[in-house]
């Protein structure tokens, strides 16, 4: 291990300052040595707070940084990063990488704002700097049949494990892809697929996280600030960063990432589903399909109390009363 990381570790493993004679001692290295490591760190845009007589303290970075997010990432994850300023849209972004990708490791693109975020339908997505988490996964699937379907709700319910692991607060899913906290969306998924122009196969898949962190509500749009909120209150009082939120979304994506086509995670999702056993209505294509939910089957998809079942669709209204499941 280089000095730099063992100062590292040591700085982040003890929340109070701790002068350069006891990093020495504890490291067996020289003052100099620390010193050095501590100028590197910050160089790479960790920030060490420095008094005279107190020494060295690190403070959590609230900016994106890859460094930081590795310290939280399940260490065999192989896992490349770029992370920019501002980007048009990171999914954007990761289709022109597809079209030039060389390599087949999972690659996560991050912006600290899209100037042209957007979710499902081609919908604008809400993204002021520095304050959400607007991530784009590509993955190269070798023409391997993917379920789209299946993919988005598995990557929804990665996002609600992380955030119940970091806050223990109750989260809802709104199928198909919406994250639900107080009643409002905070966050949501965009799958898309990206062909081969040569072989007209698909070959990368990208899957879209748009989350409002530390958004403030009070600079929502008007068009959205009725239904959109925010995590930032959980945020302050946990403390959590946006990159360990970032890497322990990515853990819980990898975990179930491999085996998603089998459903097996379904459960999970149906526990969290605010819809089931309620009225809606449902936009697909051009028409509007209203009844009870009666459950969303092991293929992610919504069948409802008259024997309909739905592929895909925007659930556009829920309302409380409607099928009782013990019927």
């Known amino acids: 291990m280089e000095t730099i990381e ?32 501590v100028s590197s760190l910050k160089q790479r845009g960790f920030l060490i707070e420095g008094k005279t007589r107190m020494g060295y303290r690190y403070l959590p970075s609230m900016k994106l940084n890859e460094d930081e997010i590795r310290r939280y990432l399940d260490p065999a994850l192989d896992l490349t990063f770029e992370t920019y300023e501002q980007i048009e849209s990171t999914n954007d972004f990761c289709k ?8 087949s490791k999972p690659h996560i693109v991050l912006s600290e704002h899209q ?11 809400f993204s002021p700097k520095g304050s959400g988490i607007y991530l784009s996964i590509l993955l190269k699937i070798n023409n391997d049949p993917i379920d789209p379907g299946l993919l988005t709700i598995s990557s929804s319910l990665a996002v609600v494990k992380a955030l119940e692991k970091l806050f223990r607060i109750n989260c809802q899913l709104k199928w198909v892809n919406d994250i639900i906290v107080d009643n ?7 799958v898309e697929g990206v062909t081969d122009l040569q072989s007209g ?4 898949v990208i899957i879209g996280l748009g989350m409002n962190y530390m958004t403030d509500p009070e600079i929502f749009p008007d068009d959205i600030r009725n239904r959109a909120g925010s995590l930032r209150k959980y945020a302050h009082r946990s ?5 360990k939120l970032i890497a322990v ?6 975990k179930i990432y491999p085996n998603y086509r089998t459903g097996a995670f379904m459960n999970e999702y149906r526990k969290r589903s605010n819809i089931i056993g309620k009225q809606v209505s449902v936009l697909v294509s051009d028409r509007v399909v209203s009844e009870a939910v009666k459950t969303i089957d092991d293929k992610g998809r919504l069948v409802l109390t008259d024997g309909t079942i739905l592929v895909s669709g925007e659930v556009t209204k829920i309302r409380e009363k409607g099928y009782d499941l013990h019927n």
């Open 184 to 190: 409002r969306k905070v966050a949501g998924i965009l």
């Open 6 to 37: 063992k100062v590292f570790n040591l700085l982040t493993e003890t929340p109070e300052y701790v002068s350069g004679q006891q990093i020495a001692n504890k490291l067996n290295i020289s003052r100099t040595a620390v010193w050095k490591a």
């Open 249 to 254: 979304f990515l853990n819980e994506f990898f």
């Open 115 to 125: 100037t042209g975020g957007h979710g499902r339908y081609g919908r604008s997505f």
């Open 96 to 103: 022109k990488l597809a079209l030039d990708s060389k390599t």
């Open 239 to 243: 403390d959590v960063s946006r990159n």
């Open 201 to 204: 196969a698909m070959d990368h």
